[in-house]
């Protein structure tokens, strides 16, 4: 007796082996052009399919939600994030939203650490000096950066990969700050020496680098407002791979321009892909484009957390990675 496959549509190209294992498993179908979908192309989609494969890139809001047929059950996000789903409106209409966490900490968590290195010892100004012809010789006192030893490392979030962020950067000689909704448990704290501040505002007036690690929800909007950024010391530097809206982009600019603050070292963006003019002419800033979790290993095991969630609800269990909206 053959086993019936759902319609899986599948918004955006993902790697060959998990397109190719989705295709035998499910009746799917893909996005071969690789182009984001607009709102029509959404809306037909949650129109048709049993199970939405989501990413970044789609706005599944109420609307979308609404628009959707009764056969929709699933939504399995290719990602940990989940601020582009609207949760509770899946949720009130019967349909189970998943995602893909733990499997990208390493390598977020590397390319932040990469990501303080290169913005602290000036990696990037130093490679457009080779590519430009302008390397004329050593100089003692040039392309000076800032030394990472010994000094202090304000976390923001510490879930997973904060906490994998800091086993990093105390391999490097930092000394581990954290502020978090609560504080993470004696053991962890005393494996990481990390010192938990309740207060945000005070932890950033006293940290030589600060790296954003939280998620972003209506409560962490602009959680780094212009009126917080202007508590990180002069020789400070900011990272984010996290989401750019818990910036306000547009104060870290000019506050970058004007030298308040060192340098800024930024993945994600306010208003991606768009990203602020200013930050783009600025020499105390590495702006990569939202790569932290992009490795082939990586990928294929986003795709491999998605097909076990969706082999879970087709075989009337609880998805192991469904998102509760009382969990964001």
Known sequence: MAIRKPKVVVTRKLPDPVETRMRELFNTELNLEDAPMDGAALAAAVGRAEVLVSTITDRIDAKVIAASGEQLKLIANFGAGVDHIDVTAATERGITVTNTPGV????????????????????????????????????????????????????????????????????????????????????????????????LDQMLARMDFISVNCPHTPATYHLLSARRLK???????????????????????????????????????EHEPAVNPKLLKLPNVVLLPHMSSATIEGRVDMGEKVIVNIRTWMDGHKPPDRVIPSML
Request: glycine residues 14%.
């Open 231 to 269: 508590l990180i010391r002069p020789h400070a530097f900011l990272i984010n791979t996290a989401r750019g809206e818990i910036i306000d982009e547009g104060a870290l600019a000019a506050m970058l321009e004007a030298g308040e603050i060192a340098g800024a070292g930024l993945d994600v963006f």
């Open 104 to 199: 990208l900490t390493d390598d977020t968590a590397d390319l932040t650490m990469g990501l303080i290195m290169a913005v602290s010892r000036r990696v990037v100004e130093g490679a457009d000096v080779i590519h430009k012809g302008d390397f004329h010789g050593w100089s003692p006192t040039w392309m000076l950066g800032r030394r990472i030893g010994g000094k202090r490392l304000g976390i923001i979030g510490m879930g997973r990969i904060g906490q994998a962020l800091a086993r990093r950067a105390r391999a490097f000689g930092l000394s581990i700050h954290y502020h978090n909704r609560k504080p993470v448990g004696p053991r962890l704290a005393e494996e990481l020496e990390a010192t938990y501040w309740e207060s």
